[in-house]
Nanobody
Framework: VPLVESGGDLVQPGGSLTLSCTASGFPFSAARMNWLRQAPGKEREFVAG????????RYADSVLGLFTISKFNHNNTLYLQMNNLKPEDTGVYYC???????WGQGTQVTVSS
């Protein structure tokens, strides 16, 4: 399986969570990678992306300053650090290699008191 996400959990509003995505079978270090999420009843939306070798990051306006994407090429792992989580952050989070149209199975994040 090329992409495997983990780290989703139930967390209270204001809490933090770190998601991981382990990649295999393709040149991860050169790959641009994204995190997307899908809330119940809504379309999948872009959350954050990071470039290949240079590692330039970009974020959706809704998570800017709250979430941090990082890419560790030495262990083929993509991370998403999420702080100050809100109920509207609830959803299934997916990592994605857009160039190869690769998707993980997703990991559930639920923000609720």
């Amino acid at each position: 399986v090329p992409l495997v996400e983990s780290g989703g959990d139930l967390v209270q509003p204001g809490g933090s969570l770190t998601l991981s995505c382990t990649a295999s079978g393709f040149p991860f270090s050169a790959a641009r990678m994204n995190w997307l999420r899908q809330a119940p009843g809504k379309e999948r939306e872009f959350v954050a992306g990071i470039g290949g070798q240079v590692g330039t990051a970009r974020y959706a306006d809704s998570v800017l300053g709250l979430f941090t994407i990082s890419k560790f090429n030495h262990n083929n792992t993509l991370y998403l650090q999420m702080n100050n989580l809100k109920p509207e952050d609830t959803g299934v989070y997916y990592c994605n290699s857009p160039a190869r149209n690769l998707w993980g199975q997703g990991t559930q994040v639920t923000v609720s008191s």
